[in-house]
């Protein structure tokens, strides 16, 4: 009976032990855990001070980019609705020289018909 009582002692202090380790590296970790998840907390709350500036900066961009293409197409437009109006003019004064040529030519022909006779 001796036996068995020493043997139940040793057991016990074995797992006394065994648990007090246990919860030595438990409590360790969860202090590890507390100090991650803070330093979490502080490299996102700086990451999200510095993506605030950055994002309306971003946007201010994006509507500067905006604003010039919007203006570029304008005057694309009104290039191209001058270049047309350009080219209807002359393609009209064109007309016009032709028609008057052909008239002087007509009229020159005419003439020298007169001569003839």
Not at 8 to 22: D, G, K, N, P
Not at 27 to 46: G, H, Q, R
Not at 73 to 95: E, H, M, P, R, Y
Request: charged fraction near 15%.
């Amino acid at each position: 009976m001796l036996n068995a009582s020493i043997s139940f002692s040793i057991l016990m202090l074995t797992s006394v032990a065994c648990v007090a380790i246990l919860t030595f590296f438990i409590i360790k970790l969860i202090i590890s855990a507390t100090k991650l998840t803070d330093n979490a907390n502080i490299i996102a709350s700086s990451i999200q001070k510095e993506i605030e500036p950055t994002l309306k900066e971003l946007k201010e961009a994006a509507k500067s980019i905006n604003s010039i293409a919007n203006n570029a197409d304008v005057k694309f437009q009104n290039t191209k609705a001058n270049l047309a109006s350009l080219v209807g003019a002359t393609a009209c004064f064109g007309g016009k020289i032709k028609s008057f040529s052909r008239g002087i030519l007509k009229g020159i022909s005419f003439g020298l018909g007169l001569f003839k006779k």
